[in-house]
């Protein structure tokens, strides 16, 4: 079975600190993984994508990594904000028709002052 | 541009009644979706259409139906409620199916409770 395991499953940091949020799937054929925020009330909305080619990917204060032969992915978020306090949502996709996305439960992530 | 409404935002239903969840979107998207996210899970997916005239069922289906009204609109109906279907409930939409990474946006979600 298809499965996305992200750990932890909630953490707190202090603002301006770095903290790294960690994905392991077991879905296969593997087409793409994707890191999404969902701030509290609100849909989830994409941060990266990253495909089997890659192993790196930036957006901001956010870098998501891929290890495709070891199903590993982690999302490294820079100098924190309190506006980084959300839901951090790993998915993965499968290749084949229609929609396969796999969706982690997410890690709950609080910035304090 | 909105991106991806829904109506309506908060429901409370009696076990039994009927309602239909609508969605819309405005990025001329050919693939459309309906979700549910429950604590302690992650998004599962009800139903989704992969074009225009097309429906297909996803993870969860049962109980629900859809209708793809045209290439904007996307409806999730519950014929018959039941306390199961309390969930937060999201539409996305994205402009493929998942082959090559298309991005999914997703609407700000429809909060509903069946007592």
């Known amino acids: 079975k298809n499965q996305v395991e992200q750990s932890p499953q909630s953490l707190i940091i202090l603002e301006g600190k770095n903290c790294t949020l960690q994905c392991n799937y077991t879905v296969s054929p593997f087409s793409n993984l994707r890191w999404y925020k969902q701030d509290t009330g609100r849909g989830p909305v994409s941060l990266t994508i990253m495909t089997f080619s890659e192993n790196t990917k930036s957006n901001g204060r956010y870098t998501a990594t891929l290890d495709a032969d070891t199903k590993q992915s982690s999302l490294h978020i820079t100098a924190s904000q309190l506006s980084d306090s959300a839901s951090y949502i790993c998915?993965?996709?499968?290749?084949?028709?229609?929609?396969?996305?796999?969706f982690g439960t997410g890690t709950q992530l609080k910035v304090e002052l | 541009n909105a991106g991806v409404t829904q109506t309506p935002k908060f429901q409370v239903l009696k076990t039994g009644q009927s309602m239909t969840l609508q969605c819309a979107q405005d990025?001329?998207?050919?693939?459309m979706y309906w979700y549910r996210q429950d604590p302690g899970m992650g998004l599962r997916l009800i139903y989704y259409s992969a074009s225009e005239g097309t429906t297909d069922k996803g993870e969860v289906p049962n109980g629900y139906n859809v209708s793809r009204l045209n290439k904007r609109e996307f409806s999730l109906r519950l014929e018959s409620a039941a306390p199961s279907q309390t969930s937060v409930y999201f539409c996305a939409s994205s402009a493929r199916p998942d082959r090559g990474a298309y991005e999914q946006y997703f609407g700000p979600g429809t909060r509903l409770t069946v007592t």
């Open positions: 990025m001329n998207h050919n693939s």
């Open positions: 998915v993965v996709s499968g290749t084949g028709g229609g929609n396969k996305l796999t």
